[in-house]
């Protein structure tokens, strides 16, 4: 990959020796420079070729259709030798089809259906049109890349293999560029395959052992079917009835490439050992030691270390002062080796029929499931609101991940607000060939070695080791800290900075145009930064200031001793300077009188303003001129397009378009000119957050790209008005209150590394990828998500779990340097029921939505939907075909999977991805924008909200929270069914709550609650609960309160009745009714059951 403008080395001539990296304050872009953003992924449109048709019959290994009969659950999954394989119940004949595991042919994946498959008869509207050039490319032309992910192999590297001698951590993906999901070229962040079958996961990747080296950016081979029709946008209508049949066995996939590790450049951190090499399979020749002490007794040597090694060993002496016998943290049970996923069928193997089990709800929030660990492994695991999978149990082959046909990757919380750990060392222990940071999942061989959980090296303790803080004892380095937790934070060495660390610098960019301030949000600004100006994260040497424009730059000197803020304004905005630039950035602490002074007349000085004209491209221009010297946090408050100067903007949205069924125009940005700015910002290490105030089109797709490429925020507030829309003003107090006083981190840079054998290939959310696998943040804040795509490059036959480690180094408010590290441990399994048995479905869901935002951008959103579709038909055909053994009519699912289908509903509903609903551009794009940069846990509801009956609330079952009794009601399906004319229901969605008042709703709710004798005097405005002096008041606040609190952002409230214009958006989230021009909930699974019995 290029990386033309990018030092590697950190400005210093030495290469990164400490991870994730030390302090790349020294990395400089230079202007006009490649970024390194350019390579992008080529398509490869290949003649379909056809395949075999499976002859008529129940497929070898499945019962016969006409032979079902009910049996016990136990033996309806896959049957076999395999250890982790469900037990087989007595009597039941075993199937004749291969293992799992074993060795996979080379033939590509054969369909169910000879010919072409027709729609659906309409019994109901059209559907959306849907685009007519086809996902099956002509031979001779070129088309769009076709509707279909290939979730978990990463493109081969580019160039030959480059040998080093150290241990790989699974080849670093130096062909990954920035993935860039508002570019209007396709990204090498997607492998897009062309039109694909339905076992279109399977077998594509890169050529295998003693092949040619591959070509720069070759294009993965795939085979097609000449006559299978797409799956296609869901019909408008329920499809005529069917009888499923038997679906065959899909054929084996051929094996993934074997990657040598070969892909790790010469000065990258990890391919520097500090000792000898180690060569052959990790462990085989490391020795076992039989006879630990107690405390390293559980710890059975090498995970991986053969048995027939374990005689020729010899036996660690025991020192007389251990502990009493128990497992270490450290040690990863012996029981691991033997156990099995197994014991009876599991909750979430259970078969769900999802045509006849309709509440699938649970009661209250979806839990993350836990991954199959030994208890004392699993109690000390990472928290899954910091690190997620999607699969808890890791497919031990590339090619049995391929036949699950499920998303594989991580989504992280890193530097989520937590209660944990903070350690002051002098030596921060890690491995000395991967650089992996000492942790709970590491192998404790003796007291003075220890064994590496991602790269299987063996490393010395240090002597300073030895000694436990906590404890004040010596001799235990099972027992420290950083053994014990899964998460911690260390306070880094002067060996992690380049150069002192940066103060907290803020600078504050503001729009004082006359559509500005007629939006009245400068008064709302002016009096948050003052009453919080006390509470902003930062010490003595902390620094602010100010810039406003319209079609001048305004700027203010602060300096202490004047006696008042000088404004001057500069005219030239071609050619931007600073005129003084050593009094316009002042310290708070000197000056903060002077910046009080500003804030109280900053609304009035431009009151009467008529200039119209937006400079928004220069002031950013001038500010990054400011903040370059230090570094900082840069806050732009926009309120419509930019027209002036450099990065001006020309409205692209057609209004009459907004409802078309055809795919979405205009949603990458229209210039480069915010991208090329915010990498320059990342150089300097300048966050860019834009708050969006706007009635009207601001082209967020192009102005998005200044917080996406420098780790900023995006804060969108539509149709914001002082007077007209108070629910927004409420809403911005809050979230700027929040954003001002909130953690933040400063010059911060995070590497993920995995268990050698996994390889990451693709990241989600805003930040700048600097070298293939160290993402670059300027700022980094408590509320922000990120998402990575793996794939499986070494079979993990020999391994019993992986690990996964995110290591965050930053500069805290106070000036410290810091690293937050999390580490995170899985099973490794080997059969497909084990795989589905460890599915994460809101992660899947998360995940499959950053991807759809990526393919929105380089492909179109109709490919995003279909492809999304096709992710339900994958994984639930894949299921059916591999892991049920007795073929049942109906949908079936594997409980654990059971809501997956709904959520992919829910996306095609969601504002992001809907289409035949009239949807602003500029609301389609935040939502965007919201599901690649929020943590899952707060997706989840713009992507499902929550639906509560609010006007029979108790106290049963409720929750003490701060001493205040907060109710806990139960989750609805989103449908009008679960809606009555003498309720009252809360519709959570993330953002936006909405309180619908049915008509005839019970008096008692309406003057208890709301303050009202009646239905007819409930406001249309409402967004405010009174405080009242009732038990049903308190109630429902209490409960509205709490829901608030579990988010960092501010959803604001509005209060519904049926005659209400907001009625319209509470009835777009009930995503189970159909609507003019999409599916209900039945119908969609109607329509996944046919294309999965085809």
């Not at 050529?207 to 946008?233: D, F, I, K, L, W």
């Not at 989504?411 to 940071?437: M, Q």
């Not at 079952?957 to 989750?971: F, S, W």
Request: neutral net charge.
């Amino acid at each position: 990959m290029s990386m033309a403008g990018i030092n590697p080395q950190n400005g210093t001539g030495q290469p990164y020796a400490n991870g994730p990296s030390q302090n790349p304050v020294g990395v400089q872009e230079l202007p006009g420079i490649n970024y390194g953003l350019t390579h992008q992924a080529n398509y490869n449109y290949s003649p379909m070729q056809a395949k075999a048709s499976v002859p008529p019959g129940p497929a070898p290994g499945v019962y016969p259709s006409t032979a079902y009969q009910h049996v016990p659950q136990v033996s309806s999954y896959q049957a076999g030798p395999p250890p982790t394989s469900y037990p087989i119940s007595p009597g039941q004949p075993h199937l004749t089809r291969p293992l799992l595991g074993g060795p996979a042919s080379h033939t590509p994946p054969q369909s169910a259906s000879p010919g072409p498959r027709p729609p659906p008869a309409m019994s109901t509207p059209p559907p959306p049109a849907v685009s007519s050039s086809g996902y099956y490319p002509n031979p001779q032309h070129h088309h769009q890349p076709a509707p279909g992910w290939q979730y978990n192999s990463a493109p081969p590297p580019a160039g030959p293999p480059t040998a080093t001698n150290a241990p790989p951590r699974g080849p670093a993906p130096n062909h990954v560029s920035p993935p860039a999901p508002y570019s209007s070229a396709p990204s090498a962040s997607l492998s897009l395959s062309a039109a694909r079958p339905p076992t279109g996961l399977q077998g594509y990747g890169p050529p295998g052992p003693g092949s040619a080296p591959p070509p720069m950016n070759p294009p993965a081979v795939q085979q097609y079917h000449p006559s299978r029709a797409p799956y296609g946008t869901p019909p408008a209508g329920p499809p005529t009835s069917m009888q499923p049949a038997a679906p065959p066995m899909a054929n084996a996939t051929p094996p993934p490439p074997k990657a040598d590790g070969s892909g790790i450049g010469a000065n990258h951190v990890d391919a520097k050992p500090a000792g000898p090499p180690q060569h052959g399979p990790p462990g085989r020749h490391l020795g076992h030691y039989p006879s630990l002490p107690p405390g390293y007794q559980h710890a059975a040597g090498p995970l991986n270390t053969h048995p027939a090694l374990e005689s020729a060993t010899q036996p660690y002496v025991q020192a007389p002062r251990q502990a009493p016998p128990g497992p270490g943290p450290a040690q990863l049970s012996p029981s691991l080796a033997s156990m099995s996923l197994q014991s009876g069928t599991p909750e979430s193997l259970r078969v769900v029929n999802l045509l006849q089990e309709r509440n699938l709800l649970p009661p209250g929030p979806v839990p993350a499931p836990t991954p199959c660990l030994p208890q004392d492994l699993q109690k000390i695991n990472c928290s899954p609101e910091v690190f997620r999978c999607t699969l808890t149990s890791i497919p031990q082959t590339q090619s049995l991940l391929n036949k699950a046909k499920m998303p594989l990757g991580l989504l992280l919380h890193p530097f989520k607000d937590l209660s944990l750990p903070v350690v002051t060392s002098s030596a921060i222990v890690r491995c000395r060939s991967c650089r992996t940071y000492i942790n709970p999942f590491v192998s404790f061989l003796d007291q003075r070695r220890w064994k590496c959980n991602m790269c299987y090296r063996v490393n010395d303790v240090p002597e300073e080791f030895m000694y436990n803080p906590v404890s004040r004892s010596y001799g235990e380095p099972h027992r420290r800290p950083e053994v014990q937790n899964a998460t911690i934070e260390f306070i880094a060495p002067a060996e992690y900075m380049l150069r002192p660390p940066q103060p907290a610098v803020y600078l504050f960019v503001l729009d004082v145009s006359h559509n500005a301030v007629e939006t009245g949000y400068l008064k709302v600004f002016c009096q948050s930064v003052l009453d919080n100006i006390n509470a902003l994260p930062g010490d003595s040497r902390t620094k602010i200031g100010f810039i406003t424009f319209d079609s001048t730059i305004h700027f203010y000197n602060l300096q202490e001793g004047l006696s008042q803020p000088q404004m001057l304004i500069v005219s030239d905005i071609e050619d931007i300077f600073l005129p003084t630039p050593d009094s316009l950035l002042v310290n708070l602490n000197e000056s903060k009188e002077l910046v009080q002074d500003l804030l109280k007349s900053l609304p009035a000085m431009f009151e009467k303003t008529m200039e119209t004209q937006s400079a928004l491209g220069s002031a950013l221009q001038a500010a990054f001129k400011l903040l370059s010297p230090t570094g900082g946090r840069l806050s732009v408050f926009q309120t419509q397009l930019p027209n002036l100067g450099a990065g001006l903007l020309q409205s692209r949205e057609d209004p009459n378009q907004r409802a078309s069924a055809k795919d979405i125009q205009h949603l990458s940005p229209a210039t480069d000119f915010y991208k090329k700015l915010a990498l320059d910002c990342s150089g300097q290490q300048v966050a860019v957050d834009l708050f969006l105030l706007s009635s009207q089109y601001c082209d967020l797709a192009s102005l998005g790209c200044v917080a996406r490429y420098s780790a900023g925020s995006i804060y969108y507030f539509p149709s914001y008005h002082h007077q007209h829309n108070p629910a927004q003003v409420e809403r911005f107090q809050k979230d700027l209150k929040r954003y001002l006083t909130r953690k933040i981190g400063f010059e911060a840079v995070m590497r993920i590394r995995c268990t050698k054998g996994l390889s990451i290939h693709t990241f989600h959310g805003h930040f700048f990828v600097r070298s293939t696998d160290l993402l670059s943040l300027p700022n980094v804040n408590p509320d922000a998500g990120f998402a990575v795509q793996m794939s499986i490059e070494d079979n993990l036959d020999d391994m019993q779990v992986v690990s996964f480690q995110a290591a965050l180094l930053y500069t805290s408010s106070k000036g410290e340097r810091r690293i937050r590290v999390h580490t995170l441990c899985l099973p490794v399994v080997q059969s497909l029921s084990d795989i589905f048995a460890g599915a994460d479905v809101q992660a899947m869901a998360g995940l499959l939505a950053c991807m759809a935002v990526d393919r929105s951008v380089t492909a179109s959103l109709s490919d995003a939907r279909d492809a999304m579709t096709n992710a339900a038909i994958d994984s639930l055909s894949s299921y059916r075909q591999s892991v049920l053994t007795i073929q049942q009519p109906g949908l079936l699912a594997p409980a654990c999977l059971r809501l997956f289908p709904l959520y992919i509903l829910a996306l095609l509903k969601q504002k992001a991805f809907r289409t035949g609903t009239s949807t602003r551009l500029d609301d389609r794009v935040a939502a965007m924008c919201h599901l690649k940069h929020q943590p899952l846990a707060y997706a989840m509801l713009m992507i499902h909200p929550a639906l509560y009956r609010l006007d029979d609330l108790t106290d049963e079952g409720a929750l003490n929270v701060n001493e205040r009794t907060v109710p806990q009601p139960r989750v609805l399906q989103l449908s009008v069914e679960k809606l009555s004319r003498e309720g009252a229901f809360l519709m959570d969605a993330g953002t936006v709550m909405y309180l619908w008042i049915g008509r005839n709703c019970n008096p008692n709710f309406l003057t208890q609650v709301l303050g009202v004798p009646n239905y007819a005097a409930v406001p249309d405005n409402l967004y405010l609960l009174p405080e009242l002096d009732t038990a049903e008041s308190q109630r429902t606040r209490a409960f509205v309160a709490w829901l608030r609190e579990q988010r960092p952002f501010f959803p604001s409230l509005h209060v519904v009745r049926d005659e209400s214009q907001l009625k319209v958006a509470l009835m777009q989230n009930l995503i189970e009714d159909r609507t003019e021009s999409a599916l209900s909930y039945y119908e969609y699974l109607l329509h996944l059951q046919q294309q999965i019995s085809k």
